[in-house]
Structures are given as structure tokens and as C-alpha cells.
T-cell receptor
Framework: RKEVEQDPGPFNVPEGATVAFNCTYSNSASQSFFWYRQDCRKEPKLLMSVYSSGNEDGRFTAQLNRASQYISLLIRDSKLSDSATYLCVVNPFLHSGYALNFGKGTSLLVTP | DADVTQTPRNRITKTGKRIMLECSQTKGHDRMYWYRQDPGLGLRLIYYSFDVKDINKGEISDGYSVSRQAQAKFSLSLESAIPNQTALYFC???????????FGPGTRLTVL
């Protein structure tokens, strides 16, 4: 079983829509969590870290549910420029040092 | 200037050839990583290094070797390239602790 699971999508949404992605992880001892954004054929870039209390950065909100071992990303008022693949990333910490576990990504396409 | 650079950015080679991919960073990080990305498989860790004298195998190290020449340089070698090593290769760095990782722009390798 893959340690980090994501719905691959694609999610096709109109501009201005709200879209949510979920991710589940298998290692309950995981210590830190991130969402990365990856544009086509480009490197992954950190979008935001995810904290237990939930955190918001502009139109983006990330939530962590440790009991259910899932992470979510909410994008409000979608822009065309939000089209990308969003990677859920988990740091298992105790079991593999500081090597991150990456989900396969969820593809988002925002249309006019 | 980019904090993490990779050379070459694109490479086409033939089966059986030896290939070296190079990574340099100016972030001052001790930890460096090599990943490959294939469509539908996501990012997979090949090797990682926590300092110049510490090299560790990742999930898919067979067919690859690495060299950590200095804190800022981490090279990946394919001793005898084969077609299923055709992929997008990323180098990444991170600081101490359960930190996130910062990626280079990637090397697109095609083995014919």
C-alpha cells in the first residue's frame, strides 16, 4: 500500500469555483505535512505546510486530521493560474529519517 | 540565481552509456536527495545524503550510484543506462530537522 494516497483527478473546475483535494497517509507516526504545487515539466514547489490547527494562506486553506490520517487542501475563487498538479507530502520522520513521502499528485485544470 | 541547479537540463543517450547528472546548491543545506519522476508513479527517492560522509539508498537505487563531492554538490551516475531509466530526475535539498525540501529544475533524461 502506498504511504500517501491522493485522488489523481483530473479536477476540471470553472474560474471562481471552490475545489478541495484530500490525501490520506498510512504512517500514524508521521510528523510533518506539506502541499506542493507542480507545473507541467517543472520542479515541485512548496505551496504550504499543514498544521494540526489548520492554516490559511490567501485563497488556500490546509487542514490536518491526525485521528483519521488525512490532509486536505481547499482552494477558493480558483484562478486559471491555479491549474497544476498538487502533491501531498508527508514526512514520516521516525522511520526514514528526513526523506519525504510524496503522493502521486492531483491534477487541477481551471477553465475560463 | 537559482538556489538549486542541475546540469544538464536535457540529455539523450544510448543504452549502455555512462551518464552523470550533477546538482549544486547555494542554500547551505547539509541534506541532498535524488528523485526520479515517471508519469503515473510520482516521485521516487533514489539516494539521499545527510552530509558529505553519509550516503543512503532510497526506494529505487539499483542501477544508480552517487557521489557527494562537497556539501554543495551531489552527483548521480547511471553506470550503464537502460531505456527504463528514461525519466525526469530531480535533485533536492533540505535543512536540519523535519524540514521541507527544495527542488532543482530537473533533468530530462532519455535513454534510447
Amino acid at each position: 500500500r502506498k504511504e500517501v494516497e491522493q485522488d489523481p483527478g483530473p479536477f476540471n473546475v470553472p474560474e471562481g469555483a471552490t475545489v478541495a483535494f484530500n490525501c490520506t497517509y498510512s504512517n500514524s507516526a508521521s510528523q510533518s505535512f506539506f502541499w506542493y504545487r507542480q507545473d507541467c515539466r517543472k520542479e515541485p514547489k512548496l505551496l504550504m505546510s499543514v498544521y494540526s490547527s489548520g492554516n490559511e494562506d490567501g485563497r488556500f486553506t490546509a487542514q490536518l486530521n491526525r485521528a483519521s490520517q488525512y490532509i486536505s487542501l481547499l482552494i477558493r475563487d480558483s484562478k486559471l493560474s491555479d491549474s497544476a498538479t498538487y502533491l501531498c507530502v508527508v514526512n514520516p520522520f521516525l522511520h526514514s529519517g528526513y526523506a519525504l513521502n510524496f503522493g502521486k499528485g492531483t491534477s487541477l485544470l481551471v477553465t475560463p | 540565481d537559482a538556489d538549486v541547479t542541475q546540469t544538464p537540463r536535457n540529455r539523450i543517450t544510448k543504452t549502455g552509456k555512462r551518464i552523470m547528472l550533477e546538482c549544486s546548491q547555494t542554500k547551505g543545506h547539509d541534506r541532498m536527495y535524488w528523485y526520479r519522476q515517471d508519469p503515473g508513479l510520482g516521485l521516487r527517492l533514489i539516494y539521499y545524503s545527510f552530509d558529505v560522509k553519509d550516503i543512503n539508498k532510497g526506494e529505487i537505487s539499483d542501477g544508480y550510484s552517487v557521489s557527494r563531492q562537497a556539501q554543495a554538490k551531489f552527483s548521480l551516475s547511471l553506470e550503464s543506462a537502460i531505456p527504463n531509466q528514461t525519466a525526469l530526475y530531480f535533485c533536492a535539498t533540505s535543512g536540519m530537522g523535519p524540514d521541507t525540501q527544495y527542488f532543482g529544475p530537473g533533468t530530462r533524461l532519455t535513454v534510447l
